[in-house]
C-alpha cells in the first residue's frame, strides 16, 4: 500500500529538524543549552512556578554571584586577587541575562553565528573564541565603565563569533579578489543600530565589552582558523 502522503510529508519535516540538530557543532550546543537552562529556572522562579516566594529574587542573586562588575576587575588587576569566587565571573556572567528577551536573542545568534563559525573552525577553537572573547571583553568593560553596573547575558561572547564570522568573510572575499571590507558591514550595522538605540532610549557602556570581544574574536580567528597559524607564519617569514 502506497504510504499517505500525509505521512511522508511528516516523515521529511522529522527528518530535516533531526539534520538541523545535529549539524549544529556540540560546542555550541551545549553552550546554547547552559543559557537556556539557566534563563528557564530564573524565569519559572520570576513567575513564581517554582522555588516559593524566594524565587522572585533568583535572578538578582545570580547577578550578584556571577556577573562582571568594574569592582570584580578592579579587585582582579589591580589588586591582584585571584580568588576563585572573582575569576568564575568571566566565564559565567554570559548565562545570566537581564531577561527572558535578551536571553533569548542571545541564544538566537548564538546558534546561528556557532553554527557558521563552527562549521569552519575545530570545535576547540570554536569555544575558545567565545570564552576568549566574553573575558576580554568583560576586562575592558571593567576598566572603561564605572560603579557598580553589572556586565551580563551572551553578546559579549556572540560579538567574538562576528568578530571570527568577519574573518572567515574576510579571508573568503580576499580569495575570490572581492572587496574585503564588504566583510564588516554586520558589525558596521550592529555598531550603527547601537549608537542609534544609546541616542534613543539611553545606555550603558556594554558596546565597549561587545567592540573588545569582536576585535579579540577577529584577532583570535587568525591563528586559530584552519591553516591560521602556518598563513600567519608565513607572512611573519615574508617580512
Excluded at 579587585?75 to 575569576?87: F, S
Excluded at 571593567?142 to 579571508?171: D, E, H, K, R
Excluded at 572575499?173 to 554586520?186: D, H, I, K, P
Aim: charged share 10%; aromatic share 12%; hydrophobic share 55%.
Amino acid at each position: 500500500m502506497p504510504e499517505p502522503a500525509r505521512l511522508r510529508n511528516k516523515g521529511t519535516a522529522m527528518s530535516d529538524d533531526r539534520h538541523v540538530i545535529n549539524a549544529l557543532p556540540p560546542v555550541v550546543t551545549a553552550l546554547c543549552l547552559i543559557a537556556v537552562a539557566v534563563e528557564l529556572v530564573l524565569s519559572a522562579g520570576q513567575a513564581g512556578l517554582v522555588g516559593g516566594p524566594t524565587a522572585i529574587g533568583w535572578r538578582l542573586s545570580a547577578i550578584q554571584d556571577y556577573a562582571i562588575s568594574p569592582a570584580v576587575v578592579d579587585y582582579v588587576l589591580g589588586r591582584g586577587d585571584l580568588a576563585p569566587d572573582l575569576l568564575k565571573r568571566f566565564v559565567t556572567y554570559p548565562f545570566v541575562s537581564a531577561s527572558f528577551t535578551q536571553a533569548l536573542f542571545g541564544a538566537a545568534l548564538l546558534l546561528a553565528l556557532g553554527k557558521f563559525v563552527g562549521e569552519v573552525f575545530h570545535p576547540l577553537a570554536t569555544g575558545a573564541v567565545f570564552v576568549g572573547s566574553g573575558i576580554f571583553g568583560a576586562l575592558a568593560f571593567g576598566l572603561v565603565a564605572q560603579g557598580s553596573q553589572p556586565l551580563i547575558g551572551l553578546f559579549p561572547p556572540v560579538y567574538g563569533l562576528i568578530g571570527a564570522f568577519t574573518y572567515i568573510l574576510w579571508g573568503r572575499l580576499g580569495a575570490s579578489g572581492q572587496n574585503q571590507l564588504a566583510a564588516f558591514r554586520l558589525i558596521g550595522f550592529l555598531l550603527a543600530l547601537q549608537l542609534v538605540f544609546g541616542v534613543l532610549f539611553g545606555g550603558g557602556l556594554t558596546w565597549v565589552a561587545e567592540l573588545a570581544a569582536f576585535s579579540f574574536g577577529f584577532a583570535l580567528s587568525i591563528v586559530v582558523a584552519p591553516g591560521g597559524w602556518r598563513a600567519l607564519l608565513g607572512r611573519l617569514r615574508q617580512r
